[in-house]
């Protein structure tokens, strides 16, 4: 749950889309306030009064990109999310040029709310008692970069650190090999998509060392931090 009641506007001309996103959002303990066009966007994200701005990029009035850019003009400095069905990489760069995350049509809303939470904590969106993040007996302290389990260190990469640290935000859900690539190594990566599966094989050998193994592959849609039963 919103440990804070984050206040969140939603902007979609498909009501259909605004609906389902502030049922999910609510559900999740966020304030949520709507957006049918651009102009009403503008008119509504006035500074100090939204967490954060989910922003379809292809309405009728003014499109997602313009919306983002007036608000930057005004002075409204708030973390944007973009939502759209336009999914070439070409696509993804420019928006994150522009929005602090880029989510791709159709979504699944566990995934929408674990990448607005990681929005929101980028940007300072924080428990008070939060740089660590814990599963079962695995421990990870974000501010020192620091990682235990079984109350034993374990030393990482920087690299390792950033996919663990992906899952240990995302519990539980299975998180597809595209989703840890965009976030760990960034839209614009040219590379072997191979490499996720390199890096998963690096951190089971130091995390899996100890029993229970906490992560698993789901065979043709990602990986996940679990107990085996689970």
């Not at 009064?49 to 409204?76: A, K, S, Y």
């Not at 699944?108 to 990681?118: K, P």
């Not at 040219?190 to 995390?207: F, H, P, Q, W």
């Amino acid at each position: 749950m919103s440990a804070d009641g984050e206040r969140i506007l939603v902007v979609d001309d498909e009501p259909f889309i605004t609906d389902l996103l502030s049922a999910a959002l609510r559900f999740e303990g966020f304030s949520v306030e709507v957006a049918t066009s651009g102009r009403d966007a503008l008119a509504l994200a006035t500074p100090g009064r939204h967490d954060l701005v989910m922003l379809d990029v292809m309405m009728p009035d003014l499109d997602g990109t313009e919306v983002c850019r007036r608000l930057r003009e005004t002075g409204v400095d708030v973390p944007v999310v973009f939502l759209t069905a336009r999914d070439s990489t070409e696509d993804k760069v420019a928006g994150l040029g522009m929005a602090d995350d880029y989510v791709t049509k159709p979504f699944s809303l566990e995934e929408l709310v674990a990448r607005v939470r990681a929005v929101l904590r980028r940007a300072g969106h924080e428990p008070p008692d939060s740089p660590e993040l814990r599963f079962a007996d695995l421990v990870m302290n974000v501010d020192t970069h620091e990682v235990w389990r079984d109350r034993t260190s374990i030393e990482l990469t920087a690299t390792e650190f950033n996919v663990l640290q992906y899952l240990l935000e995302n519990p539980r859900r299975v998180v597809p090999k595209s989703e840890i690539l965009d976030h760990v190594w960034d839209y614009d990566f040219s590379g072997d998509a191979n490499i996720v599966e390199t890096y998963i094989s690096y951190l089971r050998k130091k995390i899996d060392e100890f029993d229970p193994p906490l992560i698993h592959t789901v065979r043709g849609v990602g990986y996940t931090l679990r107990l085996p039963k689970e």
